[in-house]
DNA sequence: CGCTATAATACTCACTTTGAGCATTTATAG
DNA sequence: CTATAAATGCTCAAAGTGAGTATTATAGCG
């Protein structure tokens, strides 16, 4: 949709920006959930926009492809930001970051395109198997220190606040949509390798190249929010899948475990997939029956119930 | 958080593009939702970001402060996208459009920026005197029509049942967040101005430059849905007001009627909010506690609770 | 062939959260 | 003193969730 103006707003600024597409690719492959990655995993697939894109997304799809082989399926716009340091002194460059789904196709296409496990980048957002061990050994130890160096008791216990809060120590539960903040604190307390550049990191977790890891975390955290309330997770299975084949994959971009039943029970009530008759016999116990995502519901769940108390009509 | 890189990514676009800021600044006026608008209110503040701004944020707020003499409390990133059409040939156009909120001050500082009501824009959405006439009227028929002139029987189903679930009409209730897809649609349908250029609209509504509305019809759909989950509501009270205030500006904002005992106990159950000793005798009944937000809540919240169906650790 | 391990699937039950509404209290304006 | 307008309190049923227990269907094995 675009609309013609006879004047435009704006006299266009005499030095220009230059303008930059990110994206982070997501695929699930075997239970774990995996980006998309170039430069030896260092950084995520991206390129400069160019005039001859028709718009941002398909920039953005034009540079994976032709980056990792690699076609995206869905996709969305995760957040624009402009960076100071890179590049000439007065030319800017804007980055625009999507986050993008698809299932993997196991094109081995290589040209130094290669997916990682998401949690190679982020060990400590990884809870499927409880809490991490790294945080009794190194995230709580040290994110205490880090508070205990701010200046002030009130700068102290807010710090020991936030890291509490963010990581679920103390009394806080666990939050796996804070991916992002977790990152951000984690950096201003030093403690991950972009911050300390040559110095060893104090976290494990690959890093990345410029800020890429900053957005993947943005994108992981978008994700976990998603699939709360609209059906994306469906974009990263096949065709057709198991309950529990969903379940994993859904536990697998949490970082959490699910409760089985009311896993199902959410589903089925919900009425997002139907049965295609088919079973798969591979898991060693009673067959699972295998069931499509029902495209229907895309149409018909133009978005999700109200939280608020509204008054009937 | 800024990483610098000694080998940039990538070798900057030789043209580069320019870069637009466009805010959408909201403010609750007397019961009713207003927005900031310039150029006798047929566009949103906005302005080119330059080299001289340290960030995307702070260039807009400085636009928004030159043009309307308002500064902008909370901000948040809306959308950004890229026009074909405007400006010079090679030369593209990125727009980056952030929601504001703020508290009116009623600086009339003029400048050719003034307050709107979003309803003037969007006549269609404010439903808290129930469906407004116009959809009996204009709407339904309007929009049936356009359904009818689909090309084959699928096409005219699929373009009817759109219209009805984005209007709540059928049996499709009413959803106060699906405001651009409304306004898309009707764009799609030519019933609004900026579709059809020189011919008069077919519905009410104040048509603004360029793509302005539909920024505003993004930031509107964002802030009805932000509401639910995040106390963003507060950022556009006075410091001390009641709890009936307090749901008229929600009301205001969702553009539907809420449960006035539900509201209480939704806000009271949630301790968003803690008396200030102070009572409001203004209203002519029974003398209401005033209120203010805990702004504790911004640090113990840091996010909504899951829906996912977790495991027991 | 019957036994065992592994899943899938079914059903239960207490508890919490909502939607809807009635009832009571405390003001102001005549 | 009375009517009116809110603010505030309280109830109750229905729906939604968390946490289990119980049953069914396969494959593989001795």
């Given at each position: 949709?675009?609309?013609?103006?006879?004047?435009?707003?704006?006299?266009?600024?005499?030095?220009?920006?230059?303008?930059?597409?990110?994206?982070?690719?997501?695929?699930?492959?075997?239970?774990?959930?995996?980006?998309?990655?170039?430069?030896?995993?260092?950084?995520?697939?991206?390129?400069?926009?160019?005039?001859?894109?028709?718009?941002?997304?398909?920039?953005?799809?034009?540079?994976?492809?032709?980056?990792?082989?690699?076609?995206?399926?869905?996709?969305?716009?995760?957040?624009?930001?402009?960076?100071?340091?890179?590049?000439?002194?007065?030319?800017?460059?804007?980055?625009?970051?999507?986050?993008?789904?698809?299932?993997?196709?196991?094109?081995?296409?290589?040209?130094?395109?290669?997916?990682?496990?998401?949690?190679?980048?982020?060990?400590?957002?990884?809870?499927?198997?409880?809490?991490?061990?790294?945080?009794?050994?190194?995230?709580?130890?040290?994110?205490?220190?880090?508070?205990?160096?701010?200046?002030?008791?009130?700068?102290?216990?807010?710090?020991?606040?936030?890291?509490?809060?963010?990581?679920?120590?103390?009394?806080?539960?666990?939050n796996e949509e804070?991916?992002?903040?977790?990152?951000?604190?984690?950096?201003?307390?030093?403690?991950?390798?972009?911050?300390?550049?040559?110095?060893?990191?104090?976290?494990?977790?690959?890093?990345?190249?410029?800020?890429?890891?900053?957005?993947?975390?943005?994108?992981i955290a978008r994700l976990r929010a998603k699939i709360k309330y609209r059906p994306v997770v469906?974009?990263?299975?096949?065709?057709?899948?198991?309950?529990?084949?969903?379940?994993?994959s859904v536990e697998?971009l949490a970082g959490r475990?699910l409760?089985?039943?009311n896993f199902?029970?959410l589903i089925?009530?919900q009425?997002l997939?139907?049965?295609?008759?088919?079973?798969?016999?591979?898991?060693?116990?009673?067959?699972?029956?295998?069931?499509?995502?029902?495209?229907?519901?895309?149409?018909?769940r133009?978005a999700a119930g109200?939280k608020?108390?509204?008054?009937?009509?």
């Amino acid at each position: 949709m675009t609309t013609e103006t006879k004047e435009p707003l704006h006299i266009p600024a005499g030095h220009g920006v230059a303008a930059e597409l990110i994206a982070v690719l997501v695929a699930v492959i075997s239970e774990a959930p995996h980006i998309m990655t170039i430069r030896d995993a260092r950084a995520l697939p991206s390129g400069p926009f160019e005039s001859s894109h028709r718009s941002l997304q398909s920039g953005l799809r034009e540079w994976v492809e032709q980056q990792t082989g690699h076609p995206i399926g869905y996709m969305e716009q995760l957040y624009t930001f402009a960076d100071r340091d890179r590049g000439e002194a007065d030319k800017r460059t804007i980055s625009i970051s999507y986050l993008g789904l698809t299932r993997e196709e196991s094109r081995a296409d290589a040209r130094d395109s290669e997916w990682r496990d998401w949690y190679d980048y982020f060990p400590w957002e990884d809870h499927r198997k409880g809490t991490p061990e790294l945080f009794e050994a190194v995230v709580a130890p040290r994110l205490r220190q880090w508070a205990d160096e701010a200046p002030g008791k009130a700068a102290r216990a807010d710090r020991w606040q936030r890291a509490a809060i963010t990581f679920g120590l103390d009394e806080f539960a666990w939050n796996e949509e804070l991916v992002l903040q977790r990152y951000e604190l984690l950096y201003e307390a030093g403690l991950v390798t972009e911050a300390e550049r040559g110095q060893k990191p104090v976290l494990p977790g690959r890093a990345m190249l410029a800020d890429h890891r900053r957005i993947l975390a943005t994108g992981i955290a978008r994700l976990r929010a998603k699939i709360k309330y609209r059906p994306v997770v469906f974009e990263l299975m096949p065709p057709a899948f198991s309950l529990l084949q969903l379940q994993r994959s859904v536990e697998a971009l949490a970082g959490r475990l699910l409760h089985k039943q009311n896993f199902r029970r959410l589903i089925e009530q919900q009425e997002l997939v139907e049965e295609t008759g088919l079973s798969s016999f591979e898991t060693g116990g009673r067959p699972a029956k295998l069931f499509r995502f029902r495209q229907a519901v895309l149409a018909e769940r133009a978005a999700a119930g109200t939280k608020l108390p509204l008054l009937r009509p």
